[in-house]
């Protein structure tokens, strides 16, 4: 299990080691963003960082509103 606030380099570390065993994993993922359908039962969510993912729907475990990112002041 990876927990979350752990260092990138020890989760990269553990998924690189499953990865050369092709150990199979159970991957959650927490993503906050805009989501849009992507036809064919598949949703396009465009990250707070601008990018943007494609993912099946039938991943979806669970959806919960989150607070929009505070908008940067111009000036």
Known sequence: ????GGAPAA???QLGDAAERSQRLEVILVLRGSVRPAGGG????RLENGRV?????D???A????????RLSRG
């Open 59 to 61: 991943c979806v475990v």
């Open 53 to 57: 993912l494609t993912f099946d729907g």
């Open 63 to 70: 959806a919960t509103p989150a607070p929009r990112p505070p």
């Open 42 to 45: 598949r949703w396009r969510i």
């Open 1 to 4: 299990m990876i927990a979350r």
């Open 11 to 13: 989760r990269a570390v």
